[in-house]
């Protein structure tokens, strides 16, 4: 059974930094798609950042282009979402997700499973 754990999240001042972790178990992921989902409130789950477990290839939304970066560790079988620069908009609750890396990856619906989320608050 997959499970996606999500930690990390908490409250920062707009200009820090938060570093959120997934640890992922249950199976081999070396063919999935794994991805940061944000959902903020009262506004629709929108993508945030997805990366190739096997290639480590990336991609990013472009409000957090720049600012956010995901990277995965193999050994651990961890994928980490790394937030620098703050702002305000980006608070929300965070997700994490894996897709089995056939669909596309900024796509919510690709993804076939869910971690239960970890709160970001950036206060102004």
């Known amino acids: 059974q997959v499970q996606l754990v999500e930690s990390g999240g908490g409250f920062r001042q707009a200009g820090g930094s938060l570093r959120l972790s997934c640890a992922a178990s249950?199976?081999?992921?070396?063919?999935?798609?794994m991805g940061w989902f944000r959902q903020a409130p009262g506004k629709e789950r929108e993508f945030v950042a997805a990366i190739m477990w096997s290639s480590g290839w990336t991609v990013y939304a472009d409000p957090v282009k720049g600012r956010f970066t995901i990277s995965r560790d193999k050994a651990k079988s961890t994928v980490d979402l790394q937030m620098n620069s703050l702002k305000p908009e980006d608070t929300a609750v965070y997700y994490c997700?894996?897709?089995?890396?056939?669909?596309?990856?900024?796509?919510?619906?690709?993804?076939?499973?869910w971690g239960q989320g970890t709160q970001v608050i950036v206060s102004s």
């Open positions: 249950g199976r081999t992921f070396s063919s999935y798609a």
């Open positions: 997700a894996a897709e089995r890396g056939s669909r596309s990856v900024v796509a919510g619906s690709s993804y076939d499973y």
